[in-house]
């Protein structure tokens, strides 16, 4: 592995799922394997879980570890070549992708869609350039469409919770007040289908994703009946995909809202969400602090997954 930028990097499932059970039992077995090496993070936008579970592996793996907050301290980056540099930003991002090359062995970079264009999003213009500009392995903390470490972290959940081998997931679209990325459901239902999982997908209509990621995934418009006899159900919001609407926040129905009663359709589902959660907008109060919530360990095992995949970038430089 030189680069993550998808889940679908992670090599033979199950022998992934058991190096990170490997990580997560022995945290610091690896302390050497980082040594005088170091760790790039870059993040284009705000986060918590991603910034200290990172830094976290990377510090569990010996690493030393440089955190850069693009738009807090450094140079506004232009990302347009041919551009005429006469704004407010002062350093293209073709020179400071290498420049940040020469200060580490490893970068991860957060960079979300901007919902401009969507060919620019869906291409991964500011990702794709810092594998081609750095020198140095890339990975994603999230880029315009994928989330791979939060997927990774959701399928290590999944399956120390699962009680069955083929569990039904079901990822169910709620109201959010502000246009969010599709990298999450993108990169959830992209990890899903590499499993034998029945998995649904319930929207309104307008929200399809992209079905190079939705993949067999049964979408259902229907919520309750998406909900009976689920195992899991993991809640997100996002924005609108499909064509003119890209972007755009069709509804903020709150009927959409994950609550108790229809919780009280599943199959006694755990409840998870990659965080951060608008409660009673994505989930009511109840269900969030419902002991089939799993929030909190999903969060935890993001440590996991960072480390499982920093250690094998490191295993091969
Ligand atoms: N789930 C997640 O990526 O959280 P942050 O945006 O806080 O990093």
Redesign the pocket.
Known sequence: MINFTSITQIGNLKEAFAKARYVKENPFADQNLGKNRTLLMIFFN??????LSTQKAAMNLGMNVIVLDINQGAWKLETERGAVMDGDKPEHLLEAIPVMGCYCDVIGVRSFARFENRDDDYNEKILNQFIKYSGKPVFSM?AATR?PL?TFADMITIEEYKKKDRPKIVMTWAPHPKALPQAVPNSFAEGINLTDYEFVITHPEGYELDPKFTGNAKIEYDQDKAFEGADFIYAKNWAAYSGDNYGKVLSMDRNWTVDSRKMALTDNAFFMH???VRRNMIVTDDVIESPQSIVIPE?AN?VVSAQTVLKEILLSL
Not at 46 to 51: I, M, P, V
């Open positions: 705000s986060s918590l879980r991603t910034r999230e989330h939060q990659c965080l951060p969060a993001r």
